[in-house]
């Protein structure tokens, strides 16, 4: 499959790390996102990354895609990219809206030899940078499949995060904001 989307999607090299990235929130609370890795198209639960998105007013999808990028691209290059790889391609779940915002912070970074595509839902259109135009893959391919695979298993993930949180917020009591005040009392 990961041989296919290479010949499909006209990749530059094997794209063996996959990384995909999602965002999750209600009327802009609770803003998470989530990061999963396939290696050679199987999951690497080891590998996955929770994102709070903290600067972004809203429900600002573009900018909380950015600002999860930007933290992730941080951290190329340094004594942690041992623990965070350079992926061979990156899919954001989106559409061009999402891409586009995306390929400006792979600019501001200065990321070229990293390959990105976004992979919208409904019409489960491809998106790349080198074309205006969607790819459309059959949906009964397996390369398609593997893009929905990491696709779906990146929203999974990030909404399971947000109901954590969501949860967490939900059931606290102002009560314990009261100094002396706790579970007990």
């Known amino acids: 499959a990961c041989m296919r989307l290479k ?45 709070k998105i903290k600067t972004v007013e809203g429900a600002n999808d573009y900018a909380s895609h950015q600002e999860m990028m930007r933290r992730r691209l941080a951290k190329l290059g340094t004594e942690e990219e041992e623990r ?31 390959e990105l595509i976004s992979l919208a839902e409904r019409e489960e259109e491809v998106f790349t940078l080198f074309s205006p135009e969607s790819i459309r893959i059959d949906h009964r391919d397996y390369a398609l499949k593997t893009l929905q695979r990491i696709r779906d298993e990146a929203h999974r993930f990030a909404i399971t995060y947000f109901r954590s949180l969501h949860s967490k917020r939900n059931l606290a009591s102002v009560l314990e904001e009261i100094e002396g005040v706790g579970k007990k009392k």
């Open 84 to 114: 965070f790889p350079k992926p061979d391609l990156i899919v954001i779940d989106g559409g061009k809206g999402q891409l586009s915002a995306i390929k400006e912070v792979f600019d501001e970074f200065g990321v070229q030899d990293i």
């Open 7 to 51: 010949d499909i999607l006209g990749l530059k090299k094997y794209p063996k790390r996959m990384e995909c990235y999602d965002i999750s929130n209600i009327s802009g609370v609770d803003k998470v996102g989530s990061m999963v890795v396939f290696i050679d198209g199987e999951a690497d639960r080891s590998s996955y990354r929770r994102f």
